[in-house]
């Protein structure tokens, strides 16, 4: 049976003082001396606790504003401190320094600080320092010493000590490893702080991250495969903080197509009311109208056969009426800013859709970096923030856009950029037309767009396909006329492209003899 070692000695010093006082409450019950600091101290003195100050047991005072207080050998020898070492008892006994048992540990409250828009003065004084010592040496020295970092473990040592008196050696190392998760975390925090925000550094030197456990996922991309999400330390807006209303737990590929629709929604923010569907991480139908419900209709008649079982994503509040409509279809996730209670009372009749709520949508123009796994390494590179305005567009062509072929151009390329390259995309009057992506060659893309569409518009009764008088976007230039060529094949009137190949002459020039109207970006989106 393993042994329970009891607690003779604690030191307690911790800012976030959930569960205190239970905790106290039963150190004391099992004969434990209780040893704190400032705050601490006294929240346990209120409680009507005999509390021993760390002033009083290292013979110094507390200086610097607190920032020398258990930088001190009485407290870290006696932390450190081997007792099964006769040398190690003996320096105890010569120099006076009593055993600690348990240390309670809660660091500075350095993220929560930052969240808050402190200055740079009040974020530097909540780096811990004393804390994270305390914790790593009590770590180190798990054999002897238990170390208590988290409020959701008192419970569970409170429960130890009834109904054992003390705490097994396989207790104090969850407590360790814990605790080491802890400090590593906290040193992450503080130095992607001094590099991304401090010095505007978003390549580093060395890159450190920090993030917690936030679910167990029901499976990886495949049953077999187990998953699980990660969030950073401070939350930050966006799909991993939003709030799950209803439905099934989320799987990994849920959440990875998800946040393509949460990505690409969030570039029409501030925009007239829009509608995405995503499969598979690509876009398979987008589109901006006055109301949802038409957005979320015209996004749907682009590619009706790829939405089923797809991900939706909006810019605007789900109201009744779209909520209705949505679920006609099978539908995996839906995502939205919010929903009122008559769109709620309708997702709540489909058991296992899920309805995330953001609460807003982010800036897709914000700054950040994405990080991709490779065997041996991670690759770092900076948020796809390009965007385009109408300003900036190179009319190469004899025939310049009209203004709707303008703003269909953009729409398009607004869509591009989040397809999987190669990346080709009809739109009209607001809507996509057909997608086509992920081709090894970028003329297969503009095909697959254009036999899409016209499936469409047999499906849906419309009258040609809508890609009759659209705008076509490339999220690369076309490197050969034949890609063009698809596409004014498919009755594409415009295109927009970010132009820099060898043969820009030669497309210039197809475009021209096909009588399209075509623009240069000057920027490229591929997306892997």
Not at 277 to 299: R, S, Y
Not at 379 to 397: C, H, P, S
Not at 420 to 428: G, H, P, R, T
């Amino acid at each position: 049976m393993a042994e329970h070692k009891p607690i003779a000695r604690a030191l307690l010093s911790v800012s976030d003082k959930t569960g205190l006082e239970p905790l106290a409450a039963a150190l004391a019950r099992h004969g434990a001396e209780l040893v704190s600091t400032g705050g601490t101290a006294k929240a346990m003195r209120e409680a009507g606790h005999e509390v021993k100050d760390v002033a009083d047991l290292t013979g110094f005072p507390e200086m610097m504003d607190g920032r020398v207080k258990t930088l001190h050998p009485k407290v870290h020898g006696g932390i450190l401190a081997r007792r099964d070492v006769p040398e190690h008892v003996e320096a105890m006994d010569a120099h006076d320094i009593g055993p600690i048992d348990l240390l309670v540990i809660n660091l500075y409250p350095f993220e929560q600080t930052v969240a808050s828009g402190a200055d740079r003065e009040t974020i530097i004084e909540n780096i811990d320092i004393g804390g994270p010592a305390m914790v790593r040496s009590a770590a180190k020295n798990h054999a002897h010493v238990a170390i208590l970092t988290d409020p959701a473990d008192y419970d569970a040592v409170i429960g130890e000590l009834d109904a054992h008196g003390g705490l097994t050696q396989e207790f104090r190392t969850i407590l360790a490893a814990k605790a080491y998760a802890l400090t590593a975390a906290y040193d992450a925090a503080i130095s992607s702080w001094f590099a991304f925000a401090d010095q505007g550094e978003l390549m580093p030197e060395r890159h450190s991250l920090a993030m917690r456990k936030a679910d167990e996922l029901r499976y990886g991309e495949n049953p077999h495969q187990s998953a699980a999400l990660y969030i950073p330390q401070a939350v930050p807006p966006g799909l991993a903080g939003a709030e799950q209303v209803q439905g099934k737990a989320l799987s990994y590929n849920n959440l990875n197509d998800a946040d393509a629709a949460f990505e690409l929604i969030a570039e029409f923010r501030d925009g007239p009311p829009a509608c995405v569907i995503v499969k598979h991480a690509n876009p398979c139908g987008v589109a901006q109208a006055d109301d949802l419900l038409t957005a979320w209709t015209d996004a749907l008649q682009c590619d009706s056969v790829s939405a089923f079982g797809g991900i939706v994503a909006v810019n605007r509040p789900l109201d009744e009426a779209t909520a209705r409509a949505i679920t006609d279809i099978f539908t995996e996730v839906v995502v939205a800013p919010d929903a009122d209670d008559a769109a709620k009372a309708v997702f709540a009749k489909k058991k296992n859709l899920r309805l995330l709520l953001t609460g807003d949508l982010p800036d897709a123009g914000r700054p950040g970096v994405n990080l991709k796994p490779i065997s041996g390494g991670i690759l770092v590179q900076e948020r796809d923030r390009g965007r385009i305005t109408e300003n900036e567009l190179k009319v190469v062509t004899k025939r310049s856009p009209s203004d709707q072929e303008l703003k269909d151009c953009l729409f398009a390329w607004t869509v591009a950029k989040h397809v999987k390259s190669n990346a080709i995309v009809y739109a009209k009057d607001g809507a996509t037309a057909g997608i086509g992506a992920g081709q090894m060659n970028r003329r297969d893309s503009a095909r697959i767009a254009a036999i899409k569409a016209k499936e469409a518009a047999e499906t849906h009764g419309f009258g040609e396909p809508r890609t009759i008088g659209s705008a076509v976007a490339s999220d690369a230039f076309f490197p050969f006329a034949d890609g063009l060529i698809s596409a004014a094949e498919a009755g594409a009137t415009a295109v927009i492209q970010p132009g820099g190949s060898i043969r820009d002459d030669e497309v210039i020039a197809a475009a021209d003899e096909a009588g399209l109207a075509m623009v240069f970006t000057g920027m490229r989106h591929f997306r892997h």
